[in-house]
């Protein structure tokens, strides 16, 4: 099992930047695939991007590629997702996720554990 917290987040200007981190508890961390996702209001949960347990070939959704880039340093037990080029529509509540599939999944329902998110505005 493990836990995570996410931190990082903020009002921020369109154009600008923010890094989010996720702080994961316990030994086990590396084992994990690790995802991003957001929810808006009003809207679904959406995929935002993801990385293996070795930290490799990141995956990202379209909306975000070439703007955020997730990374994980697994001795701090800790993934990021660097944001830049904001835009008002990436608004919302950023969560963290951790999944046992090797691979990295887009569903959310395939992530078994989840931070309490944290809340990322960008003003237009």
């Known amino acids: 099992q493990v836990q995570l917290v996410e931190s990082g987040g903020g009002l921020v200007q369109a154009g600008g930047s923010l890094r989010l981190s996720c702080a994961a508890s316990?030994?086990?961390?590396?084992?994990?695939?690790m995802g991003w996702f957001r929810q808006a209001p009003g809207k679904e949960r959406e995929f935002v991007g993801g990385?293996?347990?070795?930290?490799?070939?990141?995956s990202y959704a379209d909306s975000v590629k070439g703007r955020f880039v997730i990374s994980r340093d697994n001795a701090k037990n800790t993934m990021y997702l660097q944001m830049n080029s904001l835009k008002p529509e990436d608004t919302a509540v950023y969560y963290c996720?951790?999944?046992?599939?090797?691979?990295?999944?887009?569903?959310?329902?395939?992530?078994?554990?989840w931070g309490q998110g944290t809340q990322v505005t960008v003003s237009s």
């Open positions: 990385v293996s347990s070795s930290g490799g070939r990141p």
């Open positions: 996720a951790a999944s046992l599939f090797l691979l990295i999944t887009y569903s959310a329902s395939e992530y078994a554990y």
């Open positions: 316990g030994r086990t961390f590396g084992r994990y695939t």
